[in-house]
């Protein structure tokens, strides 16, 4: 994956803080284009306008160039940290995810960075409403940023090695190249793993007859089989001596305990999308796990998923 031009959404009201610095620091490597973008609101305005004797309209543009100002102010401070990124900065008005999509289509951006919450999301709720729309809907990865985390030491791409297509597989093969690609950039440790489960084990039981001993035999002989498929992919990476694991149970749940007990700082995983009467959406498995880790995410989509947002 190459990766030349990188779009930092910001809210109006967003600090800049350190939570950004890992991805800047990427971007200076990579010698990128980052393009700093904030989405104003275009309800509020039509809301207080009264109250200040202007129109909406005039309102609404008044702070879109008040916005705009600042990302130039931030620009500036930022090419003093970072001076070999490009920086370019625009404003928008609407709904943020639309917007952001739409702009980063329109511009020819290779990553989405933007905030994990940034605004206070329901209990139990790790990302917020527009992190969690551009995971659903963005064609591009989307790296999602935690808001206490200033440095990424560990980086695990999440593969799923019972994917028997042929997409399946490639979308696996860009969850390791896009977490190695990482990992090396940010000096990082690099972990492969993969969650499984002997799927149907109360029907072989009951229906099936098979003994406990039968059960092991077959979870191990599965288990054997997927190991072989996680190492064939970690060869991708060898050069970075990736650790590899495999962990038994509910995908969301090993997964999210196996990101606990390692540390791991930024998860690497595709989203499976299904098709409902609203459109594609995130998979079950990856929208659970959002809900249950506390580092930062990078997701990636199939090569051909099209987008509901740009009409694909």
Partial sequence: MSIKRIMLAIAPDQEVNEQFQQILSCADKFKATVQLFSVVDDLTPSRVANHLRLSPWALLEMAKDMQLERLAELAK????????????????????????????????????????HQRQVPNGLKFGSTARHLMRKAPIPVWALTDNQHSVRRIAAAVDVDSPSEEGMLLNESIVKNAAMFAELLDSDLYLVHAWRLVGEGYLRTLGNHSPQDLRQLAEQIGSSRERAVNELAQMADRLNP??????????????????????????????????????????????????????????KPENFKSPVLGQ
Wanted: charged share 15%; hydrophobic share 50%.
């Fill in 77 to 116: 401070k930022l090419n003093k940290s970072f001076p070999n990124i490009q920086f370019e900065y625009n404003v928008a008005s609407g709904m943020a995810f639309v917007q952001i999509i739409s702009a980063a289509d329109l511009n020819n951006i290779d990553l989405i960075a933007v905030t994990a």
């Fill in 243 to 300: 650790h590899v694991s495999l962990v038994q149970g509910i995908p969301q749940v090993s997964l999210a305990e196996f990101v606990k007990a390692e540390k791991i700082d930024l998860l690497t995983m595709g989203t499976v999308c299904r098709t409902d009467m609203r459109g594609l959406i995130i998979g079950n498995t990856a929208e659970s796990l959002l809900d249950a880790i506390s580092c930062s995410a990078l997701t990636l």
